[in-house]
């Protein structure tokens, strides 16, 4: 188990690693340029339009005052997944044996990537708060200390200052405490609670005091649960179906582990009330993950199924045959990995550092610029303010008349340069189409770039 252990992270070490040369995505490009500009002195949901909760926006403009480096901070990123693991680890040590908890840790580390857990996200920082937050709650189950139910509240809490679905957690944990007969009296609902409200009042507070409050709960709140837009089930299919494959036998090992609990529960044999907390933390959120495509949203729940996987492991007479399986997978990933970065995801990072470059050599510090969705990262990379409070026109702004925004601010401000797409593409999005239509009447093309797919447009001189 030694070499496999050895293998499993080694793999993963190198996939994260690699993954650290991306480009900059649509969802990493809007919080490197949030937090730049909270470096500027710009309030989220005043001058920035957008719908995560404050805790990135803020961790982010720590490190984007020193660096506008992609790789510096998706090093930080590693480190803040390394720190999962190691938790993931002591979990899994703790319920089962530390070669176990090894397992888990490496499990963890090595499908992350195939998740998209490499890049600079909401999810990994969400997770290692989730993965601290059930590691207090076994330490609460044992002890029944106050303090250590408080610290579950915060950490929970903090993992919601990240992303929202994080309060299906701490509902699960809620409802957990509500259930335990023997313990579970309104003195640690009390103190759970406190500990969410000790995270979470510092920041509806100082919203309060800005007046900017009804902003905050609009765009975090209201445009969460009325304006997302419900996907067919084939494009979810098509955009998991990669990131499934590849890490399949942690999938096959994770049924195996909820089949032997459930044969359990048949035998009369209940799980303990720590199982019970890793297979909830592992499950609940599943249903609501199924409504959103991206990869990146499992993350949520991928450190307890690693140890529900574990768990199947633990107990099963193949473990041989399972470390080939594991082994196997991982260096078909990898390979998949390398070959995708070498040959779509480095083309893709050059075209996005030329046309930065570009941008920056041709503005002023003080001349704003506005880029298509696709390269959001413009903004950091370029240090250039956008043009509008919208980074980005979605179906979640749509209703906030933010196309119509943009358009006035491209007009009152007359950025020298636009990055969008070409135009026999610019209308795949109808929320887009109008600034597709301005850029084609007051702006030329001045260089495309295939990889990204993306054209450099400059102000025509008559303007």
């Known amino acids: 188990m030694r070499k496999c252990l050895l293998v499993i992270f080694i793999i993963g070490l190198a996939m994260n690693i690699l993954g650290l040369i991306w480009p900059i995505g ?51 990123f590693l480190l803040i997944n390394l720190l999962t693991c190691y938790m993931i680890y002591r979990i899994g040590r703790n319920r089962f044996s530390e070669a176990h908890g090894l397992l888990a840790a490496g499990l963890y580390l090595l499908i992350l990537p195939l998740y998209e857990g490499h ?92 007046h900017q409050f009804g902003g905050f709960w609009q765009q975090v709140i209201e445009l969460n649960l009325t304006s997302y837009p419900s996907l067919d089930d084939t494009e979810n299919v098509k955009r998991l179906a990669l990131s499934v494959a590849q890490s399949s036998i942690v999938w096959f090992m994770t049924f195996g582990g909820l089949v032997g609990f459930v044969l359990a529960i048949w035998k009369k044999k209940y799980p303990s009330l720590e199982n019970i907390a890793i297979l909830t933390m592992a499950f609940i959120p599943i249903p609501i993950l199924f409504y959103r495509q991206y990869p990146h949203y499992w993350l949520q729940v991928l ?66 610029v506005y880029s298509n969705r696709v390269f959001t990262g413009l903004y950091f990379l370029a240090d250039r303010l956008p043009v509008s409070r919208y980074l980005y026109v979605s179906e979640i702004n749509e209703n906030s008349k933010a196309q119509d925004s943009i358009i006035k601010s491209i007009k009152i401000n007359k950025p020298k340069f636009i990055v969008w797409l070409p135009k026999n593409k610019q209308y795949k999005d109808s929320y887009t189409k109008a600034i597709g239509e301005q850029i084609s009447i007051y702006y030329r093309p001045v260089a495309r770039y295939p990889n990204t797919g993306l054209t450099l447009y400059r102000v025509s001189e008559q303007q």
């Not at 949901?45 to 992609?70: E, M, Q, V, W």
């Not at 007479?317 to 990933?333: E, P």
């Not at 995708?340 to 046309?355: D, F, S």
Request: overall charge positive; hydrophobic content about 50%.
């Open 303 to 368: 450190p307890f199924i690693c140890l529900v996987a574990v768990s199947f492991y633990h107990k099963t007479r193949f473990k041989y045959f399972l470390n080939i399986l594991i082994i196997a997978c991982g260096f078909l990933s990898l390979l998949n990995f390398v070959y995708t970065t070498l040959a779509i995801k480095v083309p893709q990072r050059n075209e996005q550092l030329e046309i930065s470059e570009k941008v920056r050599n041709g503005t002023l510090i003080t001349d704003k």
């Open 119 to 210: 890049l600079i996200l909401t999810e990994p920082l969400m997770s290692f708060f989730l993965v601290i937050g059930l590691y207090l709650y076994l330490l609460f189950l044992e002890t029944k200390k106050n303090v250590m139910i408080f610290l579950v509240g915060a950490s929970v809490g903090l993992a919601m200052l990240c992303k929202q679905p994080a309060l299906i957690n701490f509902v699960t944990i809620l409802l957990l405490l509500i259930t335990m007969k023997k313990w579970g009296n309104l003195k640690y609902l009390i103190f759970l609670m406190g500990g969410l409200v000790a995270v979470w009042l510092p920041w509806v507070g100082y919203y309060q005091y800005m």
């Open 26 to 76: 649509q969802d990493e490009g809007v919080f490197l340029a949030v937090a730049k500009q909270i470096n500027h002195g710009f309030l989220p949901y005043r001058d920035i339009f957008d719908h995560k909760p404050p805790g990135l926006y803020y961790f982010l403009s720590i490190f984007t005052n020193f660096t506008n480096s992609p790789v510096t901070i998706r090093l930080l």
